[in-house]
Protein backbone atom coordinates (compact mmCIF):
# COMPACT_ATOMS: atom_id res chain seq x y z
CA UNK A 1 0.00 0.00 0.00
CA UNK A 2 1.24 2.92 -0.80
CA UNK A 3 2.06 6.27 1.63
CA UNK A 4 -0.07 9.29 1.37
CA UNK A 5 2.93 11.04 0.34
CA UNK A 6 3.27 8.66 -3.28
CA UNK A 7 1.02 9.12 -6.09
CA UNK A 8 -0.16 5.91 -7.24
CA UNK A 9 -0.52 6.38 -10.68
CA UNK A 10 -3.52 3.85 -12.32
CA UNK A 11 -3.70 2.38 -15.85
CA UNK A 12 -7.30 2.79 -16.38
CA UNK A 13 -7.43 0.06 -18.87
CA UNK A 14 -6.38 -2.60 -16.33
CA UNK A 15 -6.88 -0.95 -12.99
CA UNK A 16 -3.22 -1.44 -12.51
CA UNK A 17 -0.90 0.43 -10.47
CA UNK A 18 1.91 1.42 -13.51
CA UNK A 19 4.30 3.99 -11.53
CA UNK A 20 4.24 5.28 -7.76
CA UNK A 21 5.84 8.76 -7.64
CA UNK A 22 6.53 11.48 -4.74
CA UNK A 23 3.44 13.48 -4.17
CA UNK A 24 4.54 17.37 -4.17
CA UNK A 25 2.76 19.39 -1.56
CA UNK A 26 2.51 23.14 -0.53
CA UNK A 27 6.26 23.10 0.25
CA UNK A 28 7.43 21.69 -3.27
CA UNK A 29 5.15 23.98 -5.16
CA UNK A 30 6.95 26.71 -2.94
CA UNK A 31 10.35 25.57 -3.79
CA UNK A 32 9.36 25.15 -7.48
CA UNK A 33 8.35 28.54 -7.70
CA UNK A 34 11.14 30.25 -6.31
CA UNK A 35 13.10 28.46 -9.08
CA UNK A 36 11.45 29.95 -11.51
CA UNK A 37 12.02 33.09 -9.56
CA UNK A 38 15.38 32.77 -10.09
CA UNK A 39 15.71 31.71 -13.49
CA UNK A 40 13.41 33.92 -14.88
CA UNK A 41 15.79 37.24 -15.46
CA UNK A 42 18.69 35.68 -17.50
CA UNK A 43 15.30 33.75 -19.39
CA UNK A 44 14.07 36.85 -20.11
CA UNK A 45 16.99 38.93 -21.02
CA UNK A 46 18.43 36.07 -23.19
CA UNK A 47 18.82 37.09 -27.24
CA UNK A 48 15.62 36.13 -28.86
CA UNK A 49 17.39 34.28 -31.26
CA UNK A 50 19.17 31.96 -28.71
CA UNK A 51 15.89 31.23 -26.58
CA UNK A 52 14.39 30.32 -30.01
CA UNK A 53 17.25 28.17 -30.94
CA UNK A 54 16.73 26.67 -27.21
CA UNK A 55 12.70 25.85 -27.95
CA UNK A 56 13.76 24.52 -31.17
CA UNK A 57 16.25 21.84 -29.42
CA UNK A 58 13.43 21.12 -27.35
CA UNK A 59 11.17 20.55 -30.18
CA UNK A 60 13.08 17.84 -31.48
CA UNK A 61 14.17 16.47 -28.58
CA UNK A 62 10.30 15.85 -28.14
CA UNK A 63 10.13 14.63 -30.93
CA UNK A 64 12.88 12.22 -30.77
CA UNK A 65 10.93 10.97 -27.79
CA UNK A 66 7.52 10.75 -29.55
CA UNK A 67 6.90 7.15 -29.30
CA UNK A 68 7.58 6.72 -25.51
CA UNK A 69 5.33 9.57 -25.03
CA UNK A 70 2.57 8.52 -26.31
CA UNK A 71 3.08 5.25 -25.18
CA UNK A 72 2.79 6.79 -21.40
CA UNK A 73 -0.03 8.86 -22.98
CA UNK A 74 -1.98 5.72 -24.27
CA UNK A 75 -1.49 3.55 -20.81
CA UNK A 76 -2.07 6.56 -18.43
CA UNK A 77 -4.94 8.57 -19.88
CA UNK A 78 -6.55 4.95 -21.77
CA UNK A 79 -6.42 6.64 -24.72
CA UNK A 80 -6.06 4.67 -28.40
CA UNK A 81 -2.17 4.48 -29.05
CA UNK A 82 -3.52 5.91 -32.70
CA UNK A 83 -5.22 9.33 -31.07
CA UNK A 84 -2.15 9.22 -28.70
CA UNK A 85 0.28 9.67 -30.99
CA UNK A 86 -1.75 12.14 -32.93
CA UNK A 87 -2.00 14.11 -29.72
CA UNK A 88 1.62 13.86 -29.16
CA UNK A 89 3.00 15.11 -33.05
CA UNK A 90 0.48 17.99 -32.41
CA UNK A 91 2.91 18.68 -29.13
CA UNK A 92 5.75 18.73 -30.97
CA UNK A 93 3.70 21.19 -33.51
CA UNK A 94 2.68 23.17 -30.79
CA UNK A 95 6.68 23.45 -29.97
CA UNK A 96 7.62 24.27 -33.04
CA UNK A 97 4.65 26.81 -33.72
CA UNK A 98 6.17 28.82 -30.64
CA UNK A 99 9.95 27.99 -31.28
CA UNK A 100 10.34 31.03 -33.51
CA UNK A 101 8.02 33.44 -31.77
CA UNK A 102 10.54 35.17 -29.72
CA UNK A 103 11.61 36.97 -32.89
CA UNK A 104 8.26 37.71 -33.92
CA UNK A 105 7.09 39.46 -30.39
CA UNK A 106 7.22 42.96 -32.14
CA UNK A 107 5.66 46.20 -31.12
CA UNK A 108 4.01 49.25 -32.68
CA UNK A 109 5.11 52.46 -32.78
CA UNK A 110 2.82 55.47 -32.51
CA UNK A 111 2.65 59.01 -33.76
CA UNK A 112 2.64 60.97 -31.13
CA UNK A 113 4.01 64.80 -30.39
CA UNK A 114 7.11 65.98 -29.03
CA UNK A 115 8.83 62.50 -29.23
CA UNK A 116 8.19 58.56 -30.14
CA UNK A 117 6.38 56.39 -28.48
CA UNK A 118 6.74 52.61 -28.72
CA UNK A 119 5.26 49.41 -27.32
CA UNK A 120 6.70 46.39 -26.20
CA UNK A 121 5.64 42.79 -25.11
CA UNK A 122 7.51 42.26 -21.94
CA UNK A 123 7.09 38.62 -20.20
CA UNK A 124 4.72 38.37 -16.90
CA UNK A 125 7.36 36.38 -14.81
CA UNK A 126 6.08 32.98 -13.09
CA UNK A 127 3.43 31.52 -14.70
CA UNK A 128 1.23 28.51 -12.88
CA UNK A 129 -0.40 26.18 -14.98
CA UNK A 130 -2.78 23.91 -14.04
CA UNK A 131 -3.58 20.97 -16.61
CA UNK A 132 -6.08 17.87 -16.97
CA UNK A 133 -6.02 14.50 -17.13
CA UNK A 134 -8.07 14.31 -20.49
CA UNK A 135 -5.16 15.51 -22.82
CA UNK A 136 -2.20 15.58 -20.63
CA UNK A 137 0.73 16.62 -22.70
CA UNK A 138 -1.26 18.43 -25.28
CA UNK A 139 -3.22 21.03 -23.08
CA UNK A 140 0.26 21.59 -21.48
CA UNK A 141 2.16 22.28 -24.33
CA UNK A 142 -0.55 24.91 -25.36
CA UNK A 143 0.73 26.60 -22.07
CA UNK A 144 3.97 25.86 -21.77
CA UNK A 145 5.27 26.85 -25.46
CA UNK A 146 3.69 30.40 -25.51
CA UNK A 147 4.89 31.02 -21.70
CA UNK A 148 8.54 30.11 -22.46
CA UNK A 149 8.42 31.54 -25.99
CA UNK A 150 7.27 34.83 -24.66
CA UNK A 151 10.47 34.74 -21.35
CA UNK A 152 8.65 33.58 -18.65
CA UNK A 153 9.49 30.67 -16.22
CA UNK A 154 7.04 28.15 -15.36
CA UNK A 155 5.42 25.91 -12.88
CA UNK A 156 3.39 23.07 -14.18
CA UNK A 157 1.10 21.46 -11.83
CA UNK A 158 -0.32 18.20 -14.17
CA UNK A 159 -3.75 16.39 -12.92
CA UNK A 160 -2.42 13.85 -10.11
CA UNK A 161 -4.22 11.13 -12.32
CA UNK A 162 -1.80 12.10 -15.56
CA UNK A 163 1.45 13.16 -14.10
CA UNK A 164 4.01 10.86 -15.88
CA UNK A 165 4.21 13.15 -19.57
CA UNK A 166 4.77 16.22 -18.25
CA UNK A 167 7.73 14.84 -15.86
CA UNK A 168 9.38 13.36 -18.99
CA UNK A 169 8.89 17.22 -20.49
CA UNK A 170 10.62 18.40 -17.48
CA UNK A 171 13.63 15.87 -17.70
CA UNK A 172 13.85 16.17 -21.98
CA UNK A 173 13.42 20.31 -21.29
CA UNK A 174 16.66 19.81 -19.06
CA UNK A 175 18.42 17.44 -21.54
CA UNK A 176 17.69 20.32 -24.51
CA UNK A 177 19.53 22.95 -21.88
CA UNK A 178 16.39 24.85 -21.12
CA UNK A 179 18.17 26.08 -18.17
CA UNK A 180 17.28 24.94 -14.95
CA UNK A 181 14.47 26.34 -13.15
CA UNK A 182 12.61 27.95 -16.48
CA UNK A 183 10.51 24.68 -16.31
CA UNK A 184 9.53 23.13 -13.18
CA UNK A 185 6.94 19.95 -12.81
CA UNK A 186 5.11 20.21 -9.11
CA UNK A 187 2.83 16.74 -9.38
CA UNK A 188 0.60 16.90 -6.35
CA UNK A 189 -3.05 17.65 -5.42
CA UNK A 190 -5.03 20.84 -7.03
CA UNK A 191 -6.26 21.44 -3.56
CA UNK A 192 -2.87 21.50 -2.66
CA UNK A 193 -0.36 22.18 -5.06
CA UNK A 194 -2.46 23.82 -7.70
CA UNK A 195 -4.17 26.25 -4.63
CA UNK A 196 -0.44 27.50 -3.73
CA UNK A 197 0.06 28.67 -7.72
CA UNK A 198 -2.98 30.65 -8.05
CA UNK A 199 -2.46 32.05 -4.36
CA UNK A 200 1.60 32.84 -4.37
CA UNK A 201 2.13 36.52 -5.09
CA UNK A 202 5.20 35.56 -6.61
CA UNK A 203 3.18 33.73 -9.86
CA UNK A 204 2.10 36.66 -11.88
CA UNK A 205 -0.30 34.62 -14.04
CA UNK A 206 -2.61 31.37 -13.88
CA UNK A 207 -3.46 29.34 -16.93
CA UNK A 208 -6.00 26.50 -16.32
CA UNK A 209 -7.97 24.24 -17.82
CA UNK A 210 -10.91 21.69 -16.15
CA UNK A 211 -14.27 21.73 -14.66
CA UNK A 212 -16.25 25.19 -15.15
CA UNK A 213 -16.58 24.66 -10.84
CA UNK A 214 -12.53 24.81 -9.84
CA UNK A 215 -12.23 27.43 -12.52
CA UNK A 216 -14.50 29.73 -11.07
CA UNK A 217 -12.57 28.91 -7.43
CA UNK A 218 -9.78 30.07 -9.49
CA UNK A 219 -11.04 33.41 -10.89
CA UNK A 220 -11.85 33.64 -7.22
CA UNK A 221 -8.43 33.11 -5.58
CA UNK A 222 -6.59 35.12 -8.37
CA UNK A 223 -8.31 38.03 -7.34
CA UNK A 224 -6.45 38.41 -4.09
CA UNK A 225 -3.36 39.12 -5.96
CA UNK A 226 -4.88 40.43 -8.82
CA UNK A 227 -3.49 37.35 -11.18
CA UNK A 228 -3.87 37.04 -14.70
CA UNK A 229 -6.05 34.03 -15.79
CA UNK A 230 -6.58 31.88 -18.62
CA UNK A 231 -9.21 29.92 -18.04
CA UNK A 232 -10.25 27.05 -20.50
CA UNK A 233 -13.46 25.36 -19.13
CA UNK A 234 -16.31 22.73 -19.57
CA UNK A 235 -18.11 22.47 -22.63
CA UNK A 236 -21.58 21.63 -23.62
CA UNK A 237 -21.11 21.64 -27.85
CA UNK A 238 -23.78 21.54 -30.37
CA UNK A 239 -23.38 19.44 -33.12
CA UNK A 240 -26.26 21.01 -35.83
CA UNK A 241 -27.51 19.02 -38.62
CA UNK A 242 -29.80 20.76 -41.31
CA UNK A 243 -32.06 18.55 -43.21
CA UNK A 244 -30.42 19.75 -46.38
CA UNK A 245 -26.67 18.67 -44.91
CA UNK A 246 -24.92 15.37 -45.96
CA UNK A 247 -26.16 13.36 -43.65
CA UNK A 248 -24.12 10.32 -43.91
CA UNK A 249 -20.86 12.45 -43.44
CA UNK A 250 -22.57 14.22 -40.82
CA UNK A 251 -23.41 10.58 -39.12
CA UNK A 252 -20.37 8.95 -40.03
CA UNK A 253 -18.39 11.87 -38.08
CA UNK A 254 -20.86 12.50 -35.18
CA UNK A 255 -19.43 9.67 -33.40
CA UNK A 256 -15.98 10.19 -32.38
CA UNK A 257 -16.84 14.33 -32.28
CA UNK A 258 -18.43 13.10 -29.28
CA UNK A 259 -16.90 9.30 -28.04
CA UNK A 260 -13.44 10.26 -29.06
CA UNK A 261 -11.26 10.17 -25.75
CA UNK A 262 -14.16 8.42 -24.26
CA UNK A 263 -15.91 11.33 -24.40
CA UNK A 264 -13.66 13.12 -21.78
CA UNK A 265 -13.35 16.34 -24.15
CA UNK A 266 -14.53 19.83 -23.38
CA UNK A 267 -14.98 20.19 -26.96
CA UNK A 268 -17.10 16.89 -27.59
CA UNK A 269 -20.18 17.41 -29.76
CA UNK A 270 -22.65 16.12 -26.80
CA UNK A 271 -25.94 17.41 -27.96
CA UNK A 272 -26.66 16.43 -31.33
CA UNK A 273 -29.32 18.85 -32.62
CA UNK A 274 -31.50 17.53 -35.75
CA UNK A 275 -33.58 19.09 -37.92
CA UNK A 276 -36.60 17.18 -37.66
CA UNK A 277 -37.18 15.97 -41.18
CA UNK A 278 -33.82 14.11 -40.98
CA UNK A 279 -34.10 12.45 -37.73
CA UNK A 280 -35.22 8.77 -39.03
CA UNK A 281 -32.66 8.84 -41.85
CA UNK A 282 -30.24 10.25 -39.61
CA UNK A 283 -30.68 7.99 -36.95
CA UNK A 284 -30.06 4.87 -39.11
CA UNK A 285 -26.84 6.29 -40.31
CA UNK A 286 -25.62 7.34 -36.72
CA UNK A 287 -26.70 3.96 -35.19
CA UNK A 288 -24.50 2.22 -37.84
CA UNK A 289 -21.85 4.35 -37.34
CA UNK A 290 -21.74 3.93 -33.34
CA UNK A 291 -22.18 0.25 -33.20
CA UNK A 292 -19.57 0.17 -35.52
CA UNK A 293 -16.85 2.14 -32.81
CA UNK A 294 -14.05 -0.41 -31.62
CA UNK A 295 -13.78 -0.04 -28.08
CA UNK A 296 -11.08 -1.74 -26.26
CA UNK A 297 -7.16 -1.50 -24.99
CA UNK A 298 -5.85 1.14 -26.01
CA UNK A 299 -2.23 -0.07 -26.80
CA UNK A 300 -3.90 -2.34 -29.84
CA UNK A 301 -3.98 -0.13 -33.39
CA UNK A 302 -7.35 -0.89 -33.90
CA UNK A 303 -8.83 1.01 -30.90
CA UNK A 304 -10.78 3.74 -31.27
CA UNK A 305 -12.08 4.09 -28.01
CA UNK A 306 -10.78 3.30 -24.75
CA UNK A 307 -11.82 3.41 -21.14
CA UNK A 308 -12.79 6.17 -18.89
CA UNK A 309 -10.03 7.75 -16.44
CA UNK A 310 -11.08 6.54 -13.35
CA UNK A 311 -13.59 4.71 -11.17
CA UNK A 312 -15.05 7.83 -9.88
CA UNK A 313 -15.42 9.43 -13.51
CA UNK A 314 -17.33 5.69 -14.53
CA UNK A 315 -19.51 6.31 -11.39
CA UNK A 316 -20.76 9.96 -12.37
CA UNK A 317 -20.94 9.01 -16.21
CA UNK A 318 -23.25 6.01 -15.28
CA UNK A 319 -25.55 8.62 -13.19
CA UNK A 320 -26.78 9.95 -16.40
CA UNK A 321 -27.89 6.82 -17.78
CA UNK A 322 -30.25 5.27 -15.25
CA UNK A 323 -33.37 3.21 -15.94
CA UNK A 324 -35.66 5.99 -17.10
CA UNK A 325 -32.47 7.20 -19.46
CA UNK A 326 -34.06 7.47 -23.04
CA UNK A 327 -31.35 4.63 -24.64
CA UNK A 328 -31.82 5.37 -28.47
CA UNK A 329 -28.75 2.74 -28.77
CA UNK A 330 -25.21 1.87 -27.51
CA UNK A 331 -22.12 0.57 -28.47
CA UNK A 332 -19.62 -2.49 -27.12
CA UNK A 333 -17.47 -2.15 -24.35
CA UNK A 334 -14.72 -4.67 -22.90
CA UNK A 335 -15.95 -6.70 -19.84
CA UNK A 336 -14.10 -7.04 -16.56
CA UNK A 337 -10.88 -5.05 -14.75
CA UNK A 338 -10.87 -1.45 -16.69
CA UNK A 339 -13.48 1.75 -16.17
CA UNK A 340 -15.05 0.81 -19.74
CA UNK A 341 -18.49 2.47 -20.51
CA UNK A 342 -20.31 2.11 -23.92
CA UNK A 343 -20.69 4.57 -26.29
CA UNK A 344 -24.49 5.48 -25.56
CA UNK A 345 -27.03 7.28 -27.56
CA UNK A 346 -30.04 9.30 -25.81
CA UNK A 347 -32.97 9.95 -28.07
CA UNK A 348 -34.93 11.57 -28.17
CA UNK A 349 -33.94 13.93 -25.43
CA UNK A 350 -35.14 17.83 -24.63
CA UNK A 351 -32.54 20.30 -23.86
CA UNK A 352 -33.69 21.19 -20.36
CA UNK A 353 -33.33 17.31 -19.41
CA UNK A 354 -30.44 16.65 -17.38
CA UNK A 355 -27.86 14.97 -19.67
CA UNK A 356 -28.54 17.79 -22.26
CA UNK A 357 -27.32 20.43 -19.11
CA UNK A 358 -24.35 18.94 -17.83
CA UNK A 359 -21.26 18.64 -19.01
CA UNK A 360 -21.22 14.75 -18.66
CA UNK A 361 -17.20 13.89 -19.66
CA UNK A 362 -18.02 10.70 -21.01
CA UNK A 363 -19.43 8.50 -24.03
CA UNK A 364 -22.85 9.99 -23.90
CA UNK A 365 -24.58 11.62 -26.57
CA UNK A 366 -28.02 13.01 -26.65
CA UNK A 367 -29.93 13.49 -29.75
CA UNK A 368 -32.10 16.56 -29.58
CA UNK A 369 -34.95 17.48 -32.70
CA UNK A 370 -35.57 20.72 -33.62
CA UNK A 371 -37.86 22.49 -36.38
CA UNK A 372 -36.15 25.09 -38.29
CA UNK A 373 -33.07 27.89 -37.94
CA UNK A 374 -34.13 30.09 -34.99
CA UNK A 375 -34.63 26.97 -33.11
CA UNK A 376 -31.40 25.46 -33.68
CA UNK A 377 -29.82 28.51 -33.00
CA UNK A 378 -32.00 28.94 -29.78
CA UNK A 379 -31.24 25.52 -28.48
CA UNK A 380 -27.16 25.40 -29.30
CA UNK A 381 -27.21 28.82 -27.08
CA UNK A 382 -29.83 27.56 -23.81
CA UNK A 383 -26.83 26.56 -22.18
CA UNK A 384 -24.29 28.25 -19.51
CA UNK A 385 -21.17 26.75 -21.32
CA UNK A 386 -19.58 27.97 -25.05
CA UNK A 387 -16.47 26.57 -25.91
CA UNK A 388 -17.36 24.70 -29.32
CA UNK A 389 -19.66 23.20 -32.62
CA UNK A 390 -20.47 22.15 -35.41
CA UNK A 391 -23.20 23.15 -38.39
CA UNK A 392 -24.12 21.04 -40.94
CA UNK A 393 -25.83 21.74 -44.53
CA UNK A 394 -25.20 22.29 -47.76
CA UNK A 395 -26.37 26.36 -47.66
CA UNK A 396 -23.61 28.50 -47.38
CA UNK A 397 -25.17 31.48 -46.12
CA UNK A 398 -27.23 29.25 -43.69
CA UNK A 399 -24.41 27.78 -42.89
CA UNK A 400 -22.68 31.33 -41.88
CA UNK A 401 -25.60 32.62 -40.22
CA UNK A 402 -25.09 30.22 -37.95
CA UNK A 403 -22.06 30.16 -36.80
CA UNK A 404 -22.02 33.59 -36.34
CA UNK A 405 -25.06 33.29 -34.44
CA UNK A 406 -23.97 30.72 -31.86
CA UNK A 407 -22.19 31.50 -28.69
CA UNK A 408 -19.27 29.64 -28.94
CA UNK A 409 -15.25 30.43 -29.54
CA UNK A 410 -14.96 27.81 -31.98
CA UNK A 411 -17.43 27.00 -34.83
CA UNK A 412 -16.40 23.93 -37.98
CA UNK A 413 -18.41 24.12 -40.63
CA UNK A 414 -19.06 20.74 -42.24
CA UNK A 415 -16.49 18.97 -39.69
CA UNK A 416 -16.19 18.35 -36.56
CA UNK A 417 -12.62 19.57 -35.85
CA UNK A 418 -12.17 22.41 -33.39
CA UNK A 419 -8.27 22.89 -32.64
CA UNK A 420 -5.88 23.93 -34.47
CA UNK A 421 -2.30 25.40 -33.38
CA UNK A 422 -2.34 28.24 -35.96
CA UNK A 423 -5.41 29.25 -34.84
CA UNK A 424 -7.62 31.17 -31.32
CA UNK A 425 -9.07 28.45 -29.18
CA UNK A 426 -11.06 29.48 -26.20
CA UNK A 427 -14.41 29.81 -24.89
CA UNK A 428 -17.50 32.08 -24.60
CA UNK A 429 -19.60 32.31 -21.41
CA UNK A 430 -18.47 30.43 -18.64
CA UNK A 431 -16.05 27.90 -21.36
CA UNK A 432 -13.77 30.31 -20.21
CA UNK A 433 -11.84 33.20 -20.52
CA UNK A 434 -8.67 34.07 -23.18
CA UNK A 435 -7.34 32.35 -26.02
CA UNK A 436 -4.98 29.43 -26.29
CA UNK A 437 -3.09 28.63 -29.49
CA UNK A 438 -2.33 30.56 -32.74
CA UNK A 439 -0.78 34.33 -33.12
CA UNK A 440 -2.90 35.65 -30.36
CA UNK A 441 -1.69 33.61 -27.21
CA UNK A 442 1.51 35.40 -26.96
CA UNK A 443 -0.21 38.03 -26.02
CA UNK A 444 -1.96 36.49 -23.11
CA UNK A 445 1.94 35.43 -21.76
CA UNK A 446 2.78 38.99 -21.87
CA UNK A 447 2.02 42.44 -20.73
CA UNK A 448 1.88 45.23 -23.34
CA UNK A 449 4.20 48.27 -22.35
CA UNK A 450 4.18 51.80 -23.90
CA UNK A 451 7.21 53.69 -23.98
CA UNK A 452 7.45 57.43 -24.74
CA UNK A 453 10.15 58.80 -25.83
CA UNK A 454 11.07 63.23 -25.65
CA UNK A 455 12.53 63.96 -28.63
CA UNK A 456 12.67 67.62 -28.78
CA UNK A 457 15.46 69.61 -27.89
P1 LIG B 1 -10.68 19.54 -12.13
O1 LIG B 1 -11.12 20.82 -12.69
O2 LIG B 1 -10.88 19.27 -10.68
O3 LIG B 1 -9.11 19.30 -12.39
C1 LIG B 1 -8.33 19.97 -13.36
C2 LIG B 1 -6.99 20.37 -12.75
O4 LIG B 1 -7.20 21.31 -11.70
C3 LIG B 1 -6.23 19.22 -12.11
O5 LIG B 1 -4.84 19.41 -12.30
C4 LIG B 1 -6.59 19.37 -10.64
O6 LIG B 1 -5.65 18.76 -9.77
C5 LIG B 1 -6.59 20.88 -10.50
N1 LIG B 1 -7.34 21.38 -9.35
C6 LIG B 1 -8.35 20.79 -8.68
N2 LIG B 1 -8.76 21.55 -7.66
C7 LIG B 1 -8.01 22.67 -7.67
C8 LIG B 1 -7.96 23.86 -6.87
N3 LIG B 1 -8.78 24.04 -5.84
N4 LIG B 1 -7.05 24.81 -7.17
C9 LIG B 1 -6.22 24.65 -8.22
N5 LIG B 1 -6.21 23.55 -9.01
C10 LIG B 1 -7.10 22.57 -8.76
O7 LIG B 1 -11.35 18.40 -12.96
P2 LIG B 1 -11.61 16.89 -12.48
O8 LIG B 1 -10.37 16.17 -12.70
O9 LIG B 1 -12.16 16.80 -11.10
O10 LIG B 1 -12.77 16.49 -13.46
C11 LIG B 1 -14.13 16.76 -13.08
C12 LIG B 1 -14.92 17.26 -14.22
O11 LIG B 1 -14.32 18.43 -14.76
C13 LIG B 1 -14.99 16.33 -15.41
O12 LIG B 1 -15.95 15.36 -15.25
C14 LIG B 1 -15.30 17.32 -16.51
O13 LIG B 1 -16.66 17.60 -16.51
C15 LIG B 1 -14.52 18.54 -16.13
N6 LIG B 1 -13.22 18.64 -16.80
C16 LIG B 1 -13.13 19.43 -17.88
C17 LIG B 1 -11.94 19.51 -18.57
C18 LIG B 1 -11.81 20.33 -19.77
O14 LIG B 1 -10.96 20.08 -20.60
N7 LIG B 1 -12.61 21.37 -19.91
C19 LIG B 1 -10.76 18.74 -18.17
C20 LIG B 1 -10.94 17.96 -16.97
C21 LIG B 1 -12.14 17.93 -16.34
P3 LIG B 1 -5.79 17.25 -9.26
O15 LIG B 1 -6.81 16.57 -10.08
O16 LIG B 1 -4.41 16.72 -9.45
O17 LIG B 1 -6.15 17.32 -7.81
Not at 126 to 139: D, S
Not at 224 to 244: H, M, P, Q, Y
Not at 249 to 275: H, M
Request: charge should be negative; charged fraction near 20%.
Amino acid sequence: MASKEAIEVIEPATEQVMAELPRAGAEEADAAIERAKRAFPSWAAMAPGDRSALLHRLTNAIEERSEHLATLEARNAGKPISDARGEIGMVVETFRYYAGAPERLTGKTIPVAGGVDMTFREPLGVVGLITPWNFPLTIASWKVAPALAAGNTIVLKPAELTPLTAIELEKIALEAEIPEGVLNVVPGPGSVCGKRLVEHPDVAKVAFTGSTEVGRGIAEGAAATIKRVTLELGGKSANVIFGDADLEAAASSAPLAVFGNAGQDCCARSRILVERSAMDDFMSALEDAVKSITVGDPLSEQTQMGPLISADQLHTVSSYVNGDAPVAFRGSAPDGPGYWFPPTVLAPVSNDDRPAREEIFGPVACVIPFEGEDEAIRIANDTIYGLSGSVWTRDGAKALRVARAVETGVVSINSNTSVRVSTPFGGFKQSGVGRELGPDALEAYSELKNVYMATEG
